[in-house]
Nanobody, 121 residues
Framework: VQLQAYGGGLVQAGGSLRLSCTAS????????MGWFRQAPGKEREFVGR???????DYADSVKGRFTISRDNAKNTVYLQMNSLKPEDTAVYYC????????????????WGQGTQVTVSS
């Protein structure tokens, strides 16, 4: 089982990026998928999740700016990030939920390797 997150990069404040998460050996539509991020010196924090139904939940810090979606035919989950701010700078991870609180990283079992997002001011 392998998850891969990609699409990060350097963007100016106010810009947009779309991250993708693909999987091998795993059907993502069978899982609640989460996105997390980790900035240097900080703990990994919840960004958002998407349920099987397609409904979503987001951290307050990204609500209204970030959107999670999934394309089951492509076995891919996306994180569309708009109106980016310097404080969004972090390594972003996708993960499959296993059990427990959806906002807790410990509730997720498979993780991608992360993709760096840097927002310049």
């Amino acid at each position: 089982v392998q998850l891969q997150a990609y699409g990060g990069g350097l963007v100016q404040a106010g810009g947009s990026l779309r991250l993708s998460c693909t999987a091998s050996g795993l059907t993502l539509s069978s899982y609640v998928m989460g996105w997390f991020r980790q900035a240097p010196g900080k703990e990994r924090e919840f960004v958002g999740r998407i349920r099987w139904s397609g409904s979503t939940d987001y951290a307050d810090s990204v609500k209204g700016r970030f959107t999670i979606s999934r394309d089951n035919a492509k076995n891919t989950v996306y994180l569309q990030m708009n109106s980016l701010k310097p404080e969004d700078t972090a390594v972003y991870y996708c993960a499959t939920h296993y059990s427990g609180a959806y906002y807790s990283a410990s509730s997720y079992i498979y993780w991608g390797q992360g993709t760096q997002v840097t927002v310049s001011s």
